[in-house]
């Protein structure tokens, strides 16, 4: 089945994979691991971690912040 049939069974997770896909955040650009993340009862994190995914969704900010900025240039 190629890759345009496929449905997602949750479409928030869809949406973040396809944003870490088009932004090049590898960790999350598979769906599974993304649901997975979204489906977790409870999380247990290293203070690393966490610090890791700060990172992560600052720098997606800023990459969306930049993107916002250039349309107007």
């Known amino acids: 089945m190629p890759y345009e049939n496929f449905k997602s069974k949750n479409p928030l997770a869809a949406k973040i ?3 870490a896909r ?3 955040v ?3 650009q598979n769906e599974a691991v993304v649901e997975v993340l979204l489906t977790a ?3 247990k994190l290293s203070a690393g971690e966490r610090a890791e995914i700060e990172r992560i969704f600052t720098r997606l900010i ?3 912040e930049d993107a916002q900025l250039s349309k107007f240039s």
């Open 17 to 19: 994979a396809a944003n």
């Open 22 to 24: 088009k932004f090049d």
């Open 26 to 28: 590898e960790m999350l």
């Open 41 to 43: 009862s409870s999380q």
């Open 62 to 64: 800023k990459i969306e």
